[in-house]
């Protein structure tokens, strides 16, 4: 069966210009991917995404960290990867999330640190259960914007909707 998982190249991570060598890492594990774009998260969005950690005393920093108010880059590269056992193999790849305790030839332990103020700069986002991986796609992107489908979709009518066109 199938997997699906979400992964998301931090700010540091496309600041330091990592994100080459980050795609090339990933692509150890021999999936597919179904999605990509760049986002300039919001706060609403990076808050959802870490909606289980609200009560953590960084919760605010952790925020700014997505949304790039540190790294003054206010963009992330967002990935849907799909394949056999995707979120177990992605996951090993990226190594800890606690930089110090990943290992060093994972992409976290080659290129993560840790704050002064104890914020994990662990340069990418991993899905860590279908549950969450589900929640996080269904969170970063439309269905559209994905080339297979991978959940359940309904189509809707919208009137007075206002997009950007090309001139």
Not at 1 to 16: E, N
Not at 102 to 129: C, D, F, M
């Amino acid at each position: 069966m199938k997997q699906q998982v979400l992964v998301v190249v931090k700010p540091d991570g496309l600041k330091k210009s990592l994100t080459g060598s980050i795609l090339t890492r990933l692509s150890e594990a021999k999936l597919e991917i179904i999605g990509a774009k760049v986002v300039s998260p919001t706060k609403e969005l990076a808050a959802e995404h870490y909606s289980h950690m609200k009560e953590k005393p960084f919760f605010g920093e952790i925020i700014q960290y997505l949304c790039g108010d540190i790294h003054k880059t206010k963009r992330v590269l967002a990935l849907v990867y799909q394949g056999e056992g995707a979120i177990e193999k992605l996951r090993r790849i990226a190594g800890s999330t606690n930089p110090e305790e990943a290992e060093p030839t994972t992409i976290r332990g080659a290129y993560g640190r840790i704050t002064t103020k104890g914020v994990y700069e662990n340069v990418l986002h991993v899905s860590g259960s279908d549950a969450d991986a589900e929640r996080e796609i269904k969170l970063w992107f439309v269905p559209s914007e994905i080339v297979t489908e991978i959940y359940p979709t309904k189509e809707v009518t919208k009137q007075n909707v206002k997009e950007l066109e090309w001139k």
